[in-house]
């Protein structure tokens, strides 16, 4: 089955038979990407740490800008002389934007929400900004992603004001109407919705509702990842997977997480984004189907393994060809936190380990085995068969998987 819009293609290749886990194909501009996908953030037009090269080396076919941060530096004048963001970061695959709507929970103190837009103070010199649903468009225009999002009124979901909630939601769809009417190049971007309404189950279904009769190209679920529990974050996810169309991309935003990925998977959904891979390389840590190790610890001094075996990554793969030269954890180890090349080399293990996780996870639902998939998954996680945390047997037994089963 398949569905097109204007400059998206969107084919469903295989459905698990127990949960509602998809594998897709998504065309877009710059060519297709494999669904499930975990997407890297390059905030700044550049993955921290990495060059393009090396994360297209990765098998990334897709990955985030920030509109925001794009916006104030190096601005809308720039990226119009230089032809948009492909051309700035010496990029040739897909772009995702995100509106600018996140910084209003990020960078609250600097803003004012009203029915015209956001007004911002710039963190880098103070000056304000007015952020409207037709300036986030035009920005994210110059700036030429493959896909952009539209502006929400985004509230951290444990807020317990429900009147203001509401306000979020539908303000949120009659932005969405604003977003489509300023969308210049419905040819070659593709707007995607954002479905609002904090914890609320119902209130999510009327957002839900509301935004599929607009009919986007993609549907985003939004406003999560701000410190709610994981159950109640289960809960969201199915409940709006349970309405979307089956021939849309289905995208959770600001997910990360290896845990996450997978249940959410399960629950129904396509698409991921977070910084959290990149950020924790930073910190000396390398994700590993085991779990995350913290390099820095002593114990890793006189470990000359790679950073986790039969792993596809290039920092990896060196150190398990006879004879070569490779990187270690010894050598991480050696250099955390004192040079840079640490991070660098944990970056580029850490985003071929999600994505690769993605890439396993899809395989075993076109093979119709994501339910053994995600019990391996977790079991490598914890070997001794206790200790799976609630909110993920909760999630996984809607689904049709229960991981307490012997």
């Given at each position: 089955?398949?569905?097109?819009?204007?400059?998206?293609?969107?084919?469903?290749?295989?459905?698990?038979?127990?949960?509602?886990?998809?594998?897709?194909i998504?065309?877009?501009?710059?060519?297709?990407?494999?669904?499930?996908?975990?997407?890297?953030?390059?905030?700044?037009?550049?993955?921290?740490?990495?060059?393009?090269?090396q994360?297209?080396?990765t098998?990334?076919?897709?990955?985030?800008?920030?509109?925001?941060?794009?916006g104030l530096k190096?601005?809308?004048?720039?990226?119009?002389?230089?032809?948009?963001?492909?051309?700035?970061?010496?990029w040739?695959?897909?772009?995702?934007?995100?509106?600018?709507?996140?910084?209003?929970?990020?960078?609250?103190?600097?803003?004012?929400?009203?029915?015209?837009?956001?007004?911002?103070?710039?963190?880098?010199d103070?000056?304000?900004?007015?952020?409207?649903?037709?300036?986030?468009?035009s920005?994210?225009?110059?700036?030429?992603?493959?896909?952009?999002?539209?502006?929400?009124?985004?509230?951290?979901?444990?807020?317990?004001?429900?009147?203001?909630?509401?306000?979020?939601?539908?303000?949120?769809?009659?932005w969405?109407?604003?977003c489509?009417?300023?969308?210049?190049?419905?040819?070659?971007q593709?707007?995607?919705?954002?479905?609002?309404?904090?914890?609320d189950?119902?209130?999510?279904?009327?957002c839900?509702?509301?935004?599929?009769?607009?009919?986007?190209?993609?549907?985003?679920?939004?406003?999560?990842?701000?410190?709610?529990?994981?159950?109640?974050?289960?809960?969201?996810?199915?409940?709006?997977t349970e309405?979307?169309?089956?021939?849309k991309p289905?995208?959770?935003?600001?997910?990360?997480y290896?845990?996450?990925?997978?249940?959410?998977?399960?629950?129904?959904?396509?698409?991921?984004?977070?910084?959290?891979?990149?950020r924790?390389?930073?910190f000396?840590?390398?994700?590993?189907?085991?779990?995350?190790?913290?390099?820095k610890?002593?114990?890793?001094?006189?470990?000359?393994?790679?950073?986790?075996?039969?792993?596809?990554?290039?920092?990896?793969?060196?150190?398990?060809?006879?004879?070569a030269?490779g990187?270690?954890?010894?050598?991480v180890?050696?250099?955390?936190?004192?040079?840079?090349?640490?991070?660098?080399?944990?970056?580029?293990?850490?985003?071929?380990?999600?994505l690769?996780?993605?890439?396993?996870?899809?395989?075993?639902?076109?093979?119709?085995?994501?339910?053994?998939?995600?019990?391996?998954?977790?079991?490598?996680?914890?070997?001794?068969?206790?200790?799976?945390?609630?909110?993920?047997?909760?999630?996984?037994?809607?689904?049709?998987i229960?991981?307490?089963?012997?």
């Amino acid at each position: 089955m398949s569905a097109s819009s204007a400059a998206l293609t969107f084919e469903l290749v295989a459905k698990c038979s127990t949960t509602r886990a998809r594998a897709s194909i998504l065309t877009l501009p710059h060519g297709p990407v494999n669904l499930p996908v975990f997407m890297p953030v390059a905030t700044q037009a550049s993955l921290k740490g990495i060059t393009p090269q090396q994360l297209e080396n990765t098998g990334c076919r897709l990955c985030l800008n920030n509109t925001y941060h794009l916006g104030l530096k190096p601005g809308q004048e720039v990226m119009d002389a230089v032809g948009g963001a492909h051309k700035l970061q010496g990029w040739d695959h897909n772009i995702l934007t995100d509106s600018g709507g996140f910084q209003m929970v990020s960078l609250l103190k600097l803003a004012t929400i009203t029915e015209e837009g956001v007004r911002f103070l710039s963190p880098h010199d103070g000056t304000p900004m007015l952020l409207t649903p037709e300036h986030s468009i035009s920005l994210q225009n110059s700036i030429g992603s493959d896909i952009i999002m539209q502006l929400d009124d985004v509230l951290v979901t444990t807020s317990p004001d429900i009147v203001r909630m509401r306000e979020a939601m539908e303000r949120s769809v009659r932005w969405l109407d604003r977003c489509i009417a300023a969308h210049k190049h419905p040819d070659r971007q593709n707007l995607f919705c954002i479905i609002q309404g904090g914890l609320d189950l119902d209130m999510r279904r009327e957002c839900c509702r509301e935004m599929v009769a607009r009919d986007t190209p993609g549907i985003a679920i939004g406003g999560l990842s701000g410190g709610e529990a994981k159950d109640d974050f289960c809960r969201v996810v199915a409940a709006c997977t349970e309405q979307l169309p089956d021939l849309k991309p289905r995208y959770v935003m600001g997910i990360g997480y290896p845990e996450d990925l997978v249940v959410s998977v399960a629950l129904g959904a396509d698409m991921f984004d977070c910084v959290w891979p990149t950020r924790t390389a930073r910190f000396g840590n390398a994700i590993t189907k085991n779990g995350v190790l913290n390099l820095k610890r002593e114990m890793y001094a006189t470990d000359f393994g790679p950073l986790e075996d039969d792993c596809g990554c290039p920092c990896c793969r060196r150190v398990e060809q006879e004879g070569a030269m490779g990187i270690t954890r010894a050598f991480v180890h050696h250099n955390a936190a004192k040079e840079t090349v640490a991070a660098h080399l944990l970056t580029i293990h850490n985003v071929w380990y999600q994505l690769n996780l993605m890439r396993e996870a899809r395989d075993a639902i076109i093979a119709d085995r994501y339910p053994a998939f995600v019990r391996e998954f977790f079991s490598r996680l914890y070997p001794d068969g206790h200790g799976f945390p609630s909110w993920v047997v909760d999630a996984l037994r809607g689904v049709g998987i229960d991981l307490l089963e012997t």
